[in-house]
Structure formats: C-alpha cells, structure tokens
C-alpha cells in the first residue's frame, strides 16, 4: 500500500472527505452519548439547543468564540510558515499581564483613550514572549514545539507568583486575583442591553487584517513561501529566519489581544482561570479552518458552540461535559486524515 | 550553603530522586524508540494520562497491580496505532496528529473517569507498589536505599533501559529500526518494511509512556489527579534530545532531572523557601528542560529522517 500524489483534486474531493470528517464526529458524538446511557439524538439536540437557541446562548456562544479567533489566527499564522506555535496560551497570559498592570495604574488617568495603547502594549509582550523560542529555533536550531509549550508551563506558574504576591488585589478578600481594570478602560459593548463587548468586533476586524496581509501582502506570500518549502524560498532570496521572526511577532500579538479581551471586555481582572486552554483549542480552531484566517471566525463559532451547549446539555442530560473535548480531538484528527486523502490517493502496491 | 548539603547527604534525597526519575525514563524510552525509527510522537503527554487513568481504573475494578499496568500499556498502545496509522502510511503532520492523540487520550481519560465515577469528589485510592527492599545491597550508605529500597516498578524501568539500549545496539532488529529514521530508503532496498517497523516502534513506545504514566497513579501515588500528569511528557521529549537519542544517556538525564526536582521540593522547607515564592522553585523543571535543550543543540545528532515520511517508490 502508498500514497500516489494527486496533482488537480477535483472539488468532490476535496469537500467530501471534509463533510464526511464532520458527518464521522457526529457519528462518534452520538456513540459517545449512548455509551454515557443519554438518548444520542436527545443529546446533540440539547448541545445546539445550549449553543444557538436562545439570544442568551448566541451571545455566550460570540463570547467564547472570541479569545478562540485570536488564537485561532495565532495559530494559523505561525502554522502557514511551518512555525509550531504551541504556546498561545502563555502569550495569552503574557497579553493580560500587561493588560491589568496598564490598566490599573498607569494609564487610569486617560481614560477610553488608553485602550489603544493597552492593547500594543499586550500585543508587544505576547510579540516577545514568542520571539524567545523562535530565536532559539533560528540561532541554535531548538525544536520550538518543545519550548512553546515549556513556556506554559512557566507563565502559568509566573501568573500564580503575580497574583498571590505583587499584583494580587488587597480587596480580594484573598482571593488570588488582581485588582479590577479602570471602569474607563472596559471594552464596551457592542450594543447597549447586549452581553457582546468589542472584544467580538476586534477579533473580526483582526482576522480581516490576517487574511488581507496573507494575500495581498508579499509578507503573506514569504509565509506560505517559507512553509510551504523553507530550503525553495531561501534559494528564492528570501530570508528565511527574518520571515519567521515577523511572523511569531504577528503571531504571538494575536494570541496575547486574547489575554487582553479576556481581562479588558468580559472578566476585567486577571486570574489563574482566565483561560482554560484557549490557547490549545486554537490549535483545532486553527486546524479545522484549514489555517484561512476568515475560516477560523467560522470554525471558533463552531468549537465555542460545543463547549457552551455541552456545557448546558451536560447539566440537562448527565453526559460529562468532556464530552465536547473529545468531539473536538476526533473532529481535529479526521479532519487532518481528511485533507490529507483530499491530495493523495491510496494504491495497492 | 549547607542547608544545600544537608540534602544531599540524606538517603531519603536520593530515593525521591529515582523514584520521580521512574515515570520519566519509562516514558523517555518510549519516546526515543519512536524518534529513532523516525516518528516524532507528541502524543506522548495523553498517552501518559490515558496510562494513568486506565492502569488505576483496572487496578480500582480489581485486576491486580501489575493487571493494571498491562492494561495501561495496551491503553497506550491503542492510541499508539492510532497515531501510527495517520503518521506512517498515511504521512500526515507529525506535529498535528500528535496534539490531537494528546488532546483524544487525555479527554478520553476525563470523559471515562467522570462516566464510571459520576458523583465522587475525591477520587478512591488503590494499594499501590509497595518499595521492594534487595537483601544487602539496601545496607550500602545513601545507594542502597536510593536504588535497592523501590517499588518493582522502579527496577522495571531500568530494566527497560537495558533492553531498549540491547534491542538497539546488538540486535539486527535495532539495526532496523535506527535505519528506519536515518536512511529509509536503505531499509527499503534491504527488502524491510519501514512502514511496519515505525508503525511497530511508535506502538511499542506508546506502551512505554502509557506505563510511565501508570507508574503515578499505581507506584507514586494512588490515585488519579486531573493534570496529574502537567507536562511530564514534553519534558520527557526534552530529555530524549538531551540524552543525544541515546538510551543509556537520556537515563541519566532523567535522574539528573529528577534529582533537581527532588532538591527544589527540599529547598522549598529551607530558610531559602522563605525568600523565594514557591512557584519559582516549581518553574525550575520546565526552565532546565529548556536550557538542556540549548545545551545539546550544538551536538545533537538528530535521526537524519525524523518527521520525513517515507513512501515507497518515492524518491
């Protein structure tokens, strides 16, 4: 048995085998539920019913969905030039480090105004946190997926140093938490009476951006460039470590303006729960969009959606809530199988 | 200063260190296996907790203690087959698929967990190992109780060593598998199958980090943690380049590891825990992991084909 290239995939192809990815985690979701002794169509019904079916649901499903663009496109960006980034959750924190320490003291005094620069500020720390293990790649040829995800490890840690020493809020009641943002420097809401905040809009207005410098820009075009063949793109003259520098700046600024969403549009302090592992389902998020920056709006919708219905259908139908975790490793792993079967055909022989 | 010394010289430092070494080396071992035939397996952190939750479970439903550790290395090597077929035959992201393994067999452990046990706030304890004391050598001042005083566990996983670094060095099977991820083409002329012996290697070496991980909950505690396993695995990769793909070496990484996780937990009870916030001292593993990486990077002598895909008749 090997694989045989196929050089023009015709679009039956290459749609059918991801609809039947999708088609096969459904499957497995229903099994799953049976297995957990709930009725399977019951349970798929109260997971969209808890997602999308109320405007409550809606909206908390848009708030979740929102850190998961951000990462999301993170991921997306540094996976086009083959860079593993598999630290987006320490750049998130990284983000909201940086986000409570401006926003509590030193810019309280300017008001809405000092959003903007909250916002750099976060993307810049969440830039250096990145461009740490890419210099390590670059310089001393260090596998950066080890040293990404090391790095979550110790921010995790950093952020329960912060919150229980220097940045830990003396009206917290004791509780490892930092003292809340300066009301001026929320992120309103998008709508007055709606529990959307601008965290949404920025995150659509970001992915716009990505897809515009991945395909207009000749920065995009050295990404793909360089992901798609580093050794080709560096006889082609362009240079290959600069490339992959810019893109973990571009990269860990995305992941670290989750962070800043988080504390800055819904939770407005820092804690050691602000995320619980957006920066990894970014990587499905990211998988499942097939790395196109307007895809993965769609595709954290989606992966928010699971986890907020099964939430809510966890609750209803006793079906662990884990349940959405495992849905999204099956859909991640098929979904790979599928893209790949989408360029290869298997023959005998 | 001599606080530091102090440690040092109790037996009790020495025993924490191999015992925290054991989960690490079984898993290192099962990671290097997979390198060397040229398979990056990053399913190596949920395959250590899909270990630990099913050797205990099985243990917990009444297999046995060493019923439990069989169960947890077919747990891995089910999730090792897995992430053979997608990455050997198929070619796929070595990098994705071995997320998405994590991601499947640590929430598979959660969803099974929760689905078994619906109710409970604490999970039960089994009877784990119990340390198995070597007639006269556990007299030997600081040594003996340091290695002769463990769980058989523990004597396992230097056993696996041994056969790891035999198989690999003096069989024409080990030969096999190192051309496999140094020059596969070669292998393939021989008239092997390279797709049989990584799917083989990376199957094998997922039962390895399974046992690791089944080494938390059946030897060194007894019970199972959510995030009892917190990146024990990466660390392990860590210590397979450290090791420079060598067994013998990345066994004495990982003691050497486990001995500066054992001093930290040791250091946090000194007049220097007073000073210093604990989370620093918890930072150290991950922070040395990344060092070590720095260090051996000049001189590792990485498997030439690791992360290629090989494909027959392909040139």
């Given at each position: 048995m090997r694989l045989e290239p196929i050089a023009n995939p015709s679009l039956a192809r290459s749609l059918g085998f991801p609809a039947a990815a999708l088609v096969a985690t459904v499957v497995i979701a229903s099994l799953l539920a049976a297995l957990a002794g709930a009725n399977p169509l019951a349970t798929l019904g109260l997971i969209v019913k808890g997602a999308a079916g109320s405007k409550f649901a809606l909206l908390e499903t848009l708030n979740r969905a929102t850190p998961l663009i951000f990462t999301g496109?993170?991921?997306?960006?540094?996976?086009?030039?083959?860079?593993?980034?598999?630290?987006?959750?320490?750049?998130?924190?990284?983000?909201?480090?940086?986000?409570?320490?401006?926003?509590?003291?030193?810019?309280?005094?300017?008001?809405?105004?000092?959003?903007?620069?909250?916002?750099?500020?976060?993307?810049?720390?969440?830039?250096?946190?990145?461009?740490?293990?890419?210099?390590?790649?670059?310089?001393?040829?260090?596998?950066?997926?080890?040293?990404?995800?090391?790095?979550?490890?110790?921010?995790?840690?950093?952020?329960?140093?912060?919150?229980?020493?220097?940045?830990?809020?003396?009206?917290?009641?004791?509780?490892?938490?930092?003292?809340?943002?300066?009301?001026?420097?929320?992120?309103p809401r998008i709508a007055e009476g709606l529990r959307l905040h601008w965290g949404?809009?920025?995150?659509?207005?970001?992915?716009?951006?990505?897809?515009?410098?991945?395909?207009?820009?000749?920065?995009?075009?050295?990404?793909?460039?360089?992901?798609?063949?580093?050794?080709?793109?560096?006889?082609?003259?362009?240079?290959?470590?600069?490339?992959?520098?810019?893109?973990?700046?571009?990269?860990?600024?995305?992941?670290?303006?989750?962070?800043?969403?988080?504390?800055?549009?819904?939770?407005?302090?820092?804690?050691?729960?602000?995320?619980?592992?957006?920066?990894?389902?970014?990587?499905?998020?990211?998988?499942?969009?097939?790395?196109?920056?307007?895809?993965?709006?769609?595709?954290?919708?989606?992966?928010?959606?699971?986890?907020?219905?099964?939430?809510?259908?966890?609750?209803?139908?006793?079906?662990?809530?884990?349940?959405?975790?495992?849905?999204?490793?099956?859909?991640?792993?098929?979904?790979v199988a599928a893209i790949g079967l989408t360029k290869f055909r298997v023959v005998r022989g | 200063m001599s606080a530091l010394f102090d440690i040092l010289l109790t037996a009790s430092f020495w025993a924490a260190a191999v015992r925290i070494a054991s989960p690490l080396i079984f898993a290192t071992m099962g990671e290097l296996i997979c390198e060397r035939a040229g398979v990056l397996n990053l399913g190596i952190e949920g395959i250590m907790v899909i270990g630990a939750f099913s050797g205990w479970m099985a243990v917990y439903l009444g297999t046995g203690l060493w019923g439990g550790v069989a169960v947890a290395m077919l747990a891995g090597m089910l999730f090792g087959l897995l992430h053979a077929t997608l990455t050997v035959p198929f070619g796929l992201s070595q990098h994705v698929v071995g997320l998405g393994v994590t991601l499947l067999a640590a929430s598979t452990s959660y969803f099974a967990y929760r689905l078994i046990l619906p109710e409970v706030t604490s999970p039960p304890k089994i009877e784990p190992f119990q340390p198995l004391e070597i007639p006269y050598l556990v007299d030997i001042p600081l040594l003996g109780p340091a290695l002769f005083?463990?769980?058989?566990?523990?004597?396992?996983?230097?056993?696996?060593?041994?056969?790891?670094?035999?198989?690999?060095?003096?069989?024409?099977?080990?030969?096999?598998?190192?051309?496999?991820?140094?020059?596969?083409?070669?292998?393939?002329?021989?008239?092997?199958?390279?797709?049989?012996?990584?799917?083989?290697?990376?199957?094998?070496?997922?039962?390895?980090?399974?046992?690791?991980?089944?080494?938390?909950?059946?030897?060194?505690?007894?019970?199972f943690f959510f995030e009892m396993v917190n990146g024990r695995g990466w660390i392990c990769i860590a210590l397979v380049v450290f090791g420079a793909w060598r067994p013998g070496k990345a066994m004495l990484g990982a003691l050497l590891f486990a001995g500066f996780d054992a001093l930290q937990i040791r250091l946090q009870q000194t007049p220097i825990g007073q000073v210093v916030p604990y989370q620093m001292f918890l930072m150290a593993p991950y922070i040395l992991s990344i060092l070590a990486l720095i260090l051996m990077s000049r001189r590792a002598q990485v498997p030439a084909a690791l992360m290629v895909p090989f494909n027959k008749g392909e040139r």
């Open positions: 496109l993170a991921i997306a960006t540094a996976f086009r030039a083959k860079l593993w980034n598999i630290g987006a959750e320490a750049q998130l924190y990284g983000g909201a480090i940086v986000t409570v320490i401006l926003g509590t003291s030193a810019l309280s005094g300017i008001g809405a105004a000092g959003l903007p620069l909250i916002a750099l500020g976060a993307m810049v720390a969440g830039a250096l946190i990145l461009l740490g293990p890419v210099m390590l790649k670059t310089k001393f040829g260090v596998d950066e997926v080890v040293t990404t995800l090391l790095f979550n490890f110790i921010m995790l840690l950093l952020v329960s140093y912060l919150l229980e020493g220097p940045m830990k809020d003396p009206m917290g009641m004791g509780w490892p938490k930092s003292a809340p943002l300066d009301r001026a420097l929320r992120l949404f809009g920025l995150a659509l207005i970001s992915a716009t951006l990505i897809w515009f410098v991945q395909t207009r820009t000749t920065l995009g075009y050295e990404m793909r460039a360089v992901g798609l063949n580093a050794q080709a793109a560096r006889f082609a003259g362009i240079p290959v470590s600069a490339v992959l520098v810019k893109t973990a700046l571009l990269s860990g600024g995305l992941a670290a303006l989750a962070g800043f969403s988080e504390v800055a549009g819904l939770k407005g302090h820092l804690s050691l729960d602000l995320s619980p592992g957006f920066g990894y389902t970014g990587i499905i998020v990211a998988m499942l969009a097939l790395l196109h920056p307007l895809g993965v709006v769609i595709t954290a919708i989606f992966v928010a959606g699971i986890f907020v219905g099964s939430d809510s259908m966890s609750r209803a139908a006793g079906v662990p809530t884990y349940i959405a975790d495992m849905l999204l490793a099956v859909a991640l792993l098929l979904m | 005083a463990q769980t058989a566990l523990t004597y396992t996983a230097f056993a696996v060593v041994a056969i790891t670094a035999i198989t690999l060095y003096r069989t024409p099977l080990g030969l096999a598998i190192r051309a496999a991820g140094e020059s596969p083409q070669a292998v393939a002329a021989q008239g092997l199958s390279v797709t049989g012996l990584r799917m083989g290697a990376v199957i094998v070496g997922s039962g390895l980090m399974a046992v690791g991980g089944a080494f938390l909950t059946l030897s060194a505690f007894s019970s």
